[in-house]
Nanobody, 120 residues
């Protein structure tokens, strides 16, 4: 019913920047929270940043001041601007959205993930 498609991952240099995008499509009535999570090899998936419809944001301490989350509600899209990249940012990044469908049911959806590798 709802699909999340991420783009923008790849190889980044330490100290460099990358921008991720996640577009939601399908039978969407309303999107509540949209956010980004990541999972590094051998580690659990962790929150990176989340932005509800209120616009208030929440960041992991490890990315605070370096990453910025934003949303374009008209396009049902969430972005993650990643600056001052570090090797420890290497992970698969997943988009997550809490969506209300046309039938007024609400569910959590995940994207397929996009690989971010930070290396010189």
């Amino acid at each position: 019913q709802v699909q999340l498609v991420e783009s923008g991952g790849g190889l980044g240099q330490p100290g460099g920047s990358l921008r991720l995008s996640c577009a939601a499509s399908g039978r969407i009535s309303r999107i509540y929270d949209m956010g980004w999570y990541r999972q590094a090899p051998g580690k659990q998936r962790e929150l990176v940043a989340v932005m509800p419809t209120s616009g208030l944001t929440n960041y992991a301490d490890s990315v605070l001041g370096r990453f910025t989350i934003s949303r374009d509600n008209d396009k049902n899209t969430v972005y993650l601007q990643m600056n001052s990249l570090k090797p420890e940012d290497t992970a698969v990044y997943y988009c997550k959205a809490f969506v209300q469908s046309y039938d007024y049911t609400s569910s959590v959806y995940w994207g397929q993930g996009t690989q971010v590798t930070v290396s010189s």
